[in-house]
């Protein structure tokens, strides 16, 4: 009974202040949905992700030669007799794969892209070691009898961004006509990656997955390889086999690499984005939380104080503090068990939003999103925990008072605080006037809970918006140093090495849409520094001289054409600066063939673009790669009269070009996956403005509740509405403002910490800029000020409704 009756007055006072009561509840639901629903994501990836690579069979060890070398078939599978053990394999597969141009235009669109020529094996019906997904209603995959024949299988993402239908026909570099007759997924392009290092690179690159005979015939290397992909058993040690497999093949003259799965860009950023977008995730998740706890405690406090009068005469009657405090706590209980409730109805509609948003930037042949349950008992937990503590102080407070100052009808800090300031400073304006800050001064620790609520919110806004800014303003900071004077520059790929007074390149010369050319060299290497870890870098050796392109550097000079230029981010991690020597590992051509070579540098130059991988050296140093007057790519710059498309018409057909691609596709492939991640934001920017809005009218609704006889008393003076409605409008600009410079304070401090921490060690080649926009902190204030300000209006008709003397009556 004395529960049931508990029961009932906790109800009484919940109905009394049901609209706050509401709001708090939503208040926790947000955060700790929003906290259920982010962690159910690193869940349904990190499942999605196993599962995906384990159906499509992904390598275990991957033998892949140097850049232009290939030998004989059969040739790698042969040295994997030298192996100490070599039943440790279970599948082995050979593979060639080329650089190409693709031209998949339709009738009213012109799509001409690089892409890739992966030749597989498909004797036992399609390769075994790195499957093709073709799912149901997008074609077929590759057969047996496919074997020779200009047939493959497009890339499904590329497919999916240009809308291609299942089956068709595009052509390659050359002229050749391949028939495409499904669109699939391979592991190693669940997340499209180009050479350039662009991700999410869809909308720029397509992948053609064909039989390898055919694409042998295709690129003019009959019965050639250069790609080994094995599987291993199960109890095997992928890193000891990789060792045995570098020097089974020593003597081959391919000047191999030998990568593990974690060495697969696809692969291993797949999964290290887990554990970085859930350290992100958590970082937002508690920023909304503590936005709630300090929703929850002003609200519960206030709700304690307004039944200051029935504690005390509760005390004066001879009750212990601990019965006292049960009414109270039940209602924070109360609160929780809604706020929980709330919450699993939020997060639901939070992993709605984000579902599709995560199945179409992250193209995975399976997709796991079940309903997580522990997440959500542990949001609850959290939804239960954050009202419960945040009344326990409260409470804690009001009970140890004395009863006499407990019955007091005037209110015990209505002359603390900083309100005595306001009466010894002589301001030139009336009592009225000073009312809002003097209600702000009156009482500093509602002010700067309220304060805090609202800045939780704002802090959280500008921390993703801003972290929005500095990829955005890193990537321009990218397309600055790419571009230069020469917006209309065209990068040509080559099939191989080839000389640069040669015909191929001759024939790229001649071509009318082309002026200027500039031979370029583009391998991948390895840049070491004593007592640090080698970093891997995309070489090009290009003429520093040249009035095609050239880096800008930041430190060093363009003069000394002996050394290395490398990044920013390079340099600091390395530990080098200009003048420092490095170790330069790379491919050189000896008599034997391509091999790996260590070759001492100097550091002549640091440039500033925004990937650490991105090196380069002057063409005058090709000695060190067994070579002079070589090339593997072109710059280009479009003749006069003409533009890069006519650039890529006319070489689209010449013999010898791979790829042909204007630098400002290059700059878009990463502001493309930077804008389709930006779903992800938006769905948080419409809970996070919720919160905000919510806060802002909570604080508002107590203070109407609170301040009804003031606000009586003003009316009965003869102080019309709008007069009235001025002085709450003002106070809540007050506490906007503070809420907002305390929001925007702590969320640059929340930029600045995830780009030096979580972005630094989730995306390690990125040097990222900091960066809040002035739009980024016009959101933060309009949101801050302008709603908490605004928030009054919302009490109008109350106090429209007011009977004025029943009010002045109200006796606490």
Same mark, same amino acid.
């Given at each position: 009974m004395?529960l049931?009756?508990?029961?009932?007055?906790?109800?009484?006072?919940?109905?009394?202040?049901?609209?706050?009561v509401?709001?708090?509840?939503?208040?926790?639901a947000?955060?700790?949905?929003?906290?259920?629903?982010?962690?159910?994501?690193?869940?349904?990836?990190?499942?999605?992700?196993?599962?995906?690579?384990?159906?499509?069979?992904?390598?275990?060890?991957?033998?892949?030669?140097?850049?232009?070398?290939?030998?004989?078939?059969?040739?790698?599978?042969?040295?994997?007799?030298?192996?100490?053990?070599?039943?440790?394999?279970?599948?082995?597969?050979?593979?060639?794969?080329?650089?190409?141009?693709?031209?998949?235009?339709?009738?009213?669109?012109?799509?001409?892209?690089?892409?890739?020529?992966?030749?597989?094996?498909?004797?036992?019906g399609?390769?075994?070691?790195?499957?093709?997904?073709?799912?149901?209603?997008?074609?077929?995959?590759?057969?047996?009898?496919?074997?020779?024949?200009?047939?493959a299988?497009?890339?499904?993402?590329?497919?999916?961004f240009?809308?291609?239908p299942?089956?068709?026909?595009?052509?390659?570099?050359?002229?050749?006509?391949?028939?495409?007759?499904?669109?699939?997924?391979?592991?190693?392009?669940?997340?499209?990656?180009?050479?350039?290092?662009?991700?999410?690179?869809?909308?720029?690159?397509?992948?053609?997955?064909?039989?390898?005979?055919?694409?042998?015939?295709?690129?003019?290397?009959?019965?050639?390889?250069?790609?080994?992909?094995?599987?291993?058993?199960?109890?095997?040690?992928?890193?000891?086999?990789?060792?045995?497999?570098?020097r089974?093949?020593?003597?081959s003259?391919?000047?191999?690499?030998?990568?593990?799965?974690q060495d697969?860009?696809?692969?291993?950023?797949?999964?290290?984005?887990?554990?970085?977008?859930?350290?992100?995730?958590?970082?937002?998740?508690g920023?909304?939380?503590?936005?709630?706890?300090?929703?929850?405690?002003?609200?519960?406090?206030?709700?304690?104080?307004?039944?200051?009068?029935?504690?005390?005469?509760?005390?004066?009657?001879?009750m212990?503090?601990?019965?006292l405090?049960r009414?109270?706590?039940?209602?924070?209980?109360?609160?929780?068990?809604? !706020? /929980? #409730? *709330? =919450?699993?109805? +939020?997060?639901? &509609?939070?992993?709605?939003?984000?579902?599709?948003?995560?199945?179409? %930037?992250?193209?995975?042949?399976?997709?796991?999103?079940d309903?997580?349950?522990?997440?959500?008992?542990? !949001? /609850? #937990? *959290? =939804?239960?925990? +954050?009202?419960? &503590?945040?009344?326990?102080?409260?409470?804690?407070?009001a009970?140890? %008072?004395?009863?006499?100052?407990a019955?007091?009808?005037?209110?015990r800090?209505?002359?603390?605080?900083?309100?005595?300031? *306001?009466r010894?400073?002589?301001?030139?304006?009336?009592?009225?006037?000073?009312?809002?800050?003097?209600?702000?001064?009156?009482?500093?620790?509602?002010?700067?809970?309220?304060?805090?609520?609202?800045?939780?919110?704002?802090?959280?806004?500008?921390?993703?918006?801003?972290?929005?800014?500095?990829?955005?303003?890193?990537?321009?900071?990218?397309?600055?140093?790419?571009?230069?004077?020469?917006?209309d520059?065209?990068?040509?790929?080559?099939?191989?090495?080839?000389?640069?007074?040669g015909?191929?390149?001759?024939?790229?010369?001649?071509?009318?849409?082309?002026?200027?050319?500039?031979p370029?060299?583009?391998?991948?290497?390895?840049?070491?520094?004593?007592?640090?870890?080698?970093?891997?870098?995309?070489?090009?050796?290009?003429?520093?001289?040249?009035?095609?392109?050239?880096?800008?550097?930041v430190?060093?000079?363009?003069e000394?054409?002996?050394?290395?230029?490398?990044?920013?981010?390079?340099?600091?991690?390395?530990?080098?600066?200009?003048?420092?020597?490095?170790e330069?590992?790379?491919?050189?051509?000896?008599?034997?063939?391509?091999?790996?070579?260590?070759?001492?540098?100097?550091?002549?130059?640091?440039h500033?673009?925004?990937?650490?991988?991105?090196?380069?050296?002057?063409?005058?140093?090709?000695?060190?790669f067994?070579?002079?007057?070589?090339?593997?790519?072109?710059?280009?710059?479009?003749?006069?009269?003409?533009?890069?498309?006519?650039?890529?018409?006319?070489?689209?057909?010449?013999?010898?070009?791979?790829?042909?691609?204007?630098?400002?596709?290059?700059?878009?492939?990463?502001?493309?996956?930077?804008?389709?991640f930006?779903?992800?934001?938006?769905?948080?920017?419409?809970?996070?403005?919720?919160?905000?809005?919510?806060?802002?009218?909570?604080?508002?609704?107590?203070?109407?509740?609170?301040?009804?006889?003031?606000?009586?008393?003003?009316?009965?003076?003869?102080?019309?509405?709008?007069?009235?409605?001025?002085?709450?409008?003002?106070?809540?600009?007050?506490?906007?403002?503070?809420?907002?410079?305390v929001?925007v304070?702590?969320?640059?401090?929340?930029?600045?910490?995830?780009?030096?921490?979580i972005?630094?060690?989730?995306m390690?080649?990125?040097?990222?800029?900091?960066?809040?926009?002035?739009?980024?902190?016009?959101?933060?204030?309009?949101?801050?000020?302008?709603?908490?300000?605004?928030?009054?209006?919302?009490?109008?008709?109350?106090?429209?409704?007011?009977?004025?003397?029943?009010?002045?009556?109200?006796?606490?």
């Amino acid at each position: 009974m004395r529960l049931l009756f508990l029961l009932r007055w906790s109800a009484r006072d919940m109905r009394r202040t049901w609209l706050q009561v509401t709001a708090i509840a939503l208040i926790i639901a947000i955060g700790t949905g929003i906290f259920s629903a982010l962690g159910s994501t690193a869940i349904w990836r990190r499942e999605s992700n196993d599962a995906s690579f384990e159906q499509t069979a992904m390598y275990d060890l991957r033998v892949r030669s140097a850049e232009g070398a290939d030998t004989a078939t059969g040739n790698m599978l042969a040295a994997l007799t030298s192996l100490p053990d070599p039943g440790v394999v279970t599948s082995a597969e050979e593979r060639l794969i080329l650089p190409t141009q693709v031209d998949a235009s339709t009738g009213d669109k012109t799509i001409l892209v690089p892409g890739r020529l992966v030749g597989v094996d498909t004797t036992n019906g399609g390769p075994l070691v790195n499957q093709i997904s073709v799912a149901t209603g997008h074609g077929r995959g590759l057969t047996a009898a496919d074997e020779g024949m200009p047939i493959a299988v497009l890339e499904r993402s590329f497919a999916k961004f240009y809308e291609l239908p299942p089956a068709g026909t595009v052509r390659i570099a050359g002229g050749a006509t391949v028939r495409y007759v499904g669109t699939g997924l391979s592991p190693e392009y669940f997340l499209v990656m180009t050479e350039e290092g662009g991700f999410f690179a869809e909308a720029n690159f397509a992948v053609l997955f064909a039989p390898l005979e055919t694409v042998q015939a295709l690129t003019g290397k009959p019965g050639r390889v250069n790609d080994l992909v094995l599987r291993l058993r199960a109890d095997a040690n992928p890193v000891a086999i990789a060792r045995d497999l570098e020097r089974a093949f020593e003597g081959s003259g391919l000047g191999v690499t030998v990568l593990t799965r974690q060495d697969e860009d696809a692969y291993r950023i797949l999964y290290d984005d887990i554990e970085g977008d859930q350290r992100l995730w958590n970082v937002f998740a508690g920023l909304i939380l503590a936005g709630a706890a300090f929703g929850a405690f002003n609200l519960i406090n206030r709700m304690v104080e307004a039944q200051r009068r029935e504690i005390g005469i509760g005390m004066a009657l001879g009750m212990p503090p601990r019965q006292l405090a049960r009414r109270p706590l039940l209602v924070g209980a109360q609160i929780a068990a809604i !706020g /929980a #409730a *709330l =919450g699993l109805l +939020v997060g639901m &509609l939070v992993l709605l939003a984000l579902r599709p948003v995560y199945t179409s %930037v992250l193209p995975l042949p399976v997709w796991r999103t079940d309903f997580q349950p522990a997440m959500f008992l542990r !949001g /609850a #937990a *959290l =939804g239960v925990a +954050v009202p419960l &503590l945040a009344t326990v102080w409260p409470v804690w407070r009001a009970v140890r %008072v004395t009863p006499v100052e407990a019955i007091s009808i005037t209110h015990r800090q209505s002359h603390g605080g900083l309100a005595p300031l *306001l009466r010894r400073l002589r301001w030139p304006v009336s009592a009225l006037r000073r009312m809002p800050l003097g209600n702000v001064l009156r009482t500093p620790r509602r002010t700067v809970l309220t304060a805090l609520g609202v800045g939780a919110a704002i802090s959280t806004l500008v921390a993703i918006l801003g972290m929005l800014d500095s990829f955005l303003g890193t990537m321009d900071r990218n397309d600055r140093e790419l571009v230069q004077d020469h917006p209309d520059r065209v990068t040509v790929g080559l099939e191989g090495f080839v000389a640069t007074n040669g015909p191929e390149v001759a024939a790229i010369e001649a071509a009318p849409s082309v002026g200027r050319v500039s031979p370029v060299v583009r391998v991948g290497a390895r840049v070491g520094a004593p007592g640090v870890k080698d970093l891997e870098v995309l070489l090009e050796v290009v003429d520093l001289e040249s009035d095609v392109w050239a880096p800008s550097l930041v430190r060093g000079s363009l003069e000394d054409r002996s050394g290395l230029l490398i990044s920013q981010k390079a340099a600091a991690d390395l530990g080098v600066e200009t003048g420092d020597t490095v170790e330069l590992e790379h491919p050189a051509l000896t008599t034997e063939g391509f091999t790996v070579v260590r070759t001492p540098v100097t550091v002549t130059g640091i440039h500033p673009g925004a990937f650490r991988f991105n090196a380069y050296i002057d063409r005058s140093q090709l000695g060190a790669f067994g070579a002079e007057d070589i090339a593997n790519e072109l710059y280009v710059l479009p003749a006069a009269g003409s533009d890069p498309d006519a650039v890529k018409r006319d070489l689209f057909e010449l013999d010898g070009v791979a790829s042909v691609q204007p630098i400002a596709a290059a700059t878009k492939i990463l502001k493309d996956s930077m804008a389709s991640f930006t779903g992800i934001f938006r769905v948080l920017e419409f809970f996070i403005l919720c919160l905000a809005l919510l806060i802002a009218y909570n604080a508002t609704s107590i203070n109407a509740d609170e301040r009804a006889r003031e606000r009586a008393t003003l009316f009965a003076f003869g102080l019309p509405l709008r007069r009235v409605m001025a002085l709450e409008t003002v106070e809540g600009l007050v506490h906007g403002l503070i809420g907002t410079a305390v929001g925007v304070g702590v969320g640059l401090g929340v930029v600045h910490w995830v780009a030096r921490s979580i972005i630094a060690s989730t995306m390690p080649d990125m040097s990222l800029d900091v960066i809040v926009s002035p739009g980024t902190v016009l959101a933060a204030a309009a949101l801050g000020v302008v709603a908490v300000a605004a928030a009054p209006l919302l009490t109008i008709r109350r106090l429209r409704r007011m009977d004025i003397p029943s009010t002045l009556r109200t006796v606490e």
